[in-house]
């Protein structure tokens, strides 16, 4: 018989990494997808079958964090061996725009799911998975960051993740179910969604490349993230499933890099040096010097006369717009119970990363409906 996982949040980033490691293991994956005007299941087209289909690995029902009835239902209806809960509002900055939204999808929304388990007498069957984030240690009291370090939220965002870290801390205690926190540290990948830092950066390297944008804004240059691939991260959910006892875990890479540095690297990856000058709003980041080979390569030669233009030219701005009302300065991870208790680790380093990314995003922006179309999805338009 195979196992049966049940993943919300199946058409985010990291749903769609988990939902395709899963059925390569032998899993029948569901997955709950909200509804929408459009279909917006882009990132697992590819593992979706039809419901004609005899004997289905991948089947979706429509669904909502905010709707305690049709989680009840369908928990009911799949009886999953493992609930993967990623569905949330995930973006920091959005968060502080609709706050109340948040927490209701992100906080009471982890209730949902783990009252339902607990109300259909799952709990000696289920096994529970909490997407929970290094933002809870928001203002650090510690460096590194481990899972003994204190919380201390610094968003709407990471609030309403700190309730859902508890709870499922208490239903684990209370009801003595296998229910785990993944306190996993930002993770990235050409899937990311486009208005998180990192693919804002790939993409715009991509789109200045291809001379169809001249520059990009950006927010706080100077904070730190710890970086790694969600190709690796999703492996770590899984793990924690597998084991004989449910637990709390860090997953990080142990390394810190700016927001400035990652941009630097990205460009780097075309083979475009981008030097700063300036301080804080009036910070500027402009072309000094061009790797012809590499920019041939990676690119194209076809493109590099009018990206030679751009030498001594600013290529990054910043934008206030883009600040936050409470900033989370630096995250850094300590992976040590991770590694030792789950043998798990990271294999990508962040300069692996920012390559498949800008790769990626090089092709991407290459195609032509993005040419014919200018491209411009939302760049600089949200955070
Ligand atoms: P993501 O790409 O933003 O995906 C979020 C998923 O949740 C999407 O499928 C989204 O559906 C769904 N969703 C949002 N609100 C919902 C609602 N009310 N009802 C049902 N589904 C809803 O996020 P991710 O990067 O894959 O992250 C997965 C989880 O890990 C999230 O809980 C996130 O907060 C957490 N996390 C992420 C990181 C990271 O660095 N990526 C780090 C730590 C923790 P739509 O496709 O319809 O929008
Ligand atoms: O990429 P970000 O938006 O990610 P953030 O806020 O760290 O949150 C992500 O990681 C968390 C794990 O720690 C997850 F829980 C959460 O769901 C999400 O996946 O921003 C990273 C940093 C911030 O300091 C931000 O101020 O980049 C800075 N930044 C600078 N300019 C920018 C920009 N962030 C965005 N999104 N857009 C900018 O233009």
Known sequence: ?????????????????????????????????????????????????????????????????????????IIGDVQPDEIYNLAAMSHVKVSFDVPEYTANADGIGTLRVLEAVRLLNLTSKTRIYQASTSELYGLVQEIPQKETTPFYPRSPYAVAKLYAYWITVNYREAYGMHASNGILFNHESPLRGETFVTRKVTRAVARIALGLQDMVYMGNLSSKRDWGHAKDYIKAMYLILQQDTPDDYVISTGITTTIRDFIKMSFAEVGVTVAFRGENENEQGYITEIDEQKFSEVVGEEYLERIKERIGKMVVGVDPAYFRPTEVDILIGDNTKSRTKLGWEPTYTLQALCQDMVIHDVELMKKEEYLKNGGYKILNYFE
């Open 1 to 73: 018989m195979s196992k049966v996982a049940l993943i919300t949040g199946v058409t985010g980033q990291d749903g769609a990494y988990l939902s395709e490691y899963l059925i390569k293991k032998g899993y029948t994956v569901h997955g709950l997808k909200r509804r929408s005007s459009m279909f917006n299941t882009d990132r697992i087209d590819h593992l979706y079958q039809d419901p004609h289909h005899e004997n289905r690995n991948m089947i979706l029902h429509y669904g909502d964090m905010t709707d305690s009835m049709n989680l009840t239902r």
